[in-house]
């Protein structure tokens, strides 16, 4: 990760950290090692990734902060796990999953612990069939029973639910809407300065702020174009009418909207699109 951070480009890092240099690397030694045996190397690993999360964003993140960032892109997260997190179910994924396989006829040390934990927070994994009077072909099954992505999904959507449920009501709509398909998109696309796909480090680190609910100014301080006050989550760039930035995105939105109804095959006139655009806005 050290290395990583040489590229002075929170794009490509981010990318790398999800993808490669994060906990994919930790995943194989997570499914074959006791969790009670590796706890304090996966905290140290979790310090570890908090800071090059720091190097992306600019600044560390709070707890709060990090915790969102464990889920999943699809469920509003960054998709940068917690590894003391992951440990549990992935241990018993590994267990559960080639259980058909394995001589022994009881378990490796540790898995009935790391069931036990996760029933207990919530998570319905069922115990494994006895081999002693089965045959091993039935227990087959049992890979997509104890699916790690099963494990993994049950696990944090219960903990998602927690934590929108103690969350603030600017949290709860936040996670709603980056929960929503196409919304993590950008996150996962690949830099391409000939696709116009590129951000310049301040630039991305200060989307990715906005887009994860984090401040992005110190404290509040009136806008440069219309002197009202500016919240510390940038939200008023969004609505500020004196900004270019408003025709610009108003503009984009039209030409949206006509090449949609033209590839439709609907015949459309693009001043009768922007007629039907700024009658909307003022409704």
């Given amino acids: 990760m050290s290395k990583v951070k040489k590229l002075d480009n929170p794009q490509e890092e981010l990318l790398l950290l999800r993808s490669c240099t994060g906990?994919?690397?930790?995943?194989?030694?997570?499914?074959t090692v006791?969790?009670?045996?590796?706890?304090?190397?996966?905290?140290?690993?979790?310090?570890?990734?908090?800071?090059a999360l720091a190097h992306i964003f600019g600044s560390p993140l709070s707890t709060t902060e990090r915790y969102l960032a464990h889920f999943p892109l699809s469920m509003g997260g960054l998709g940068n796990p917690i590894a003391s997190y992951m440990a549990p179910y992935c241990f018993v994924s590994s267990i559960g999953s080639s259980w058909a396989l394995q001589p022994s006829s009881f378990p490796r040390f540790g898995f009935s612990d790391c069931v036990a934990f996760l029933n207990s927070s919530g998570s319905s994994v069922p115990p494994l069939p006895s081999k002693l009077d089965s045959d091993v072909t039935?227990?087959?099954?049992?890979?997509?029973?104890?699916?790690?992505?099963?494990?993994?999904?049950?696990?944090?959507?219960?903990?998602l639910q927690e934590f929108i449920l103690n969350?603030?009501?600017?949290?709860?709509?936040?996670?709603?809407?980056?929960?929503?398909?196409a919304a993590n998109y950008w996150l996962t696309t690949y830099p391409?300065?000939?696709?116009?796909?590129?951000?310049?480090?301040?630039?991305?680190?200060?989307?990715?702020?906005?887009?994860?609910g984090i401040p992005v100014l110190s404290e509040p301080m009136p806008c440069p174009d219309c002197r009202k006050i500016m919240d510390i989550f940038g939200?008023?760039?969004?609505?500020c009418k004196f900004t270019k930035d408003s025709i610009h995105k108003h503009d984009s939105v039209v030409d949206i909207l006509f090449n949609k109804l033209r590839a439709a095959g609907i015949s459309a006139n693009l001043l009768c699109v922007k007629d039907i655009c700024n009658a909307t806005a003022k409704n």
């Avoid at 009670?36 to 990734?49: M, P, R, S, V, Y």
């Avoid at 939200?235 to 609505?239: K, L, R, S």
């Fill in 34 to 51: 006791c969790p009670l045996w590796i706890f304090e190397e996966c905290i140290l690993f979790d310090q570890i990734t908090n800071d």
């Fill in 235 to 239: 939200d008023h760039a969004m609505t």
């Fill in 23 to 31: 906990a994919p690397k930790l995943i194989y030694w997570l499914r």
């Fill in 167 to 181: 969350s603030p009501v600017r949290t709860k709509v936040l996670v709603s809407g980056l929960a929503c398909k």
């Fill in 138 to 159: 039935p227990l087959l099954f049992l890979n997509k029973v104890y699916s790690q992505n099963s494990l993994a999904s049950d696990w944090n959507k219960l903990r």
């Fill in 192 to 212: 391409n300065r000939f696709k116009m796909t590129t951000f310049s480090p301040a630039v991305f680190r200060m989307l990715l702020k906005y887009h994860m």
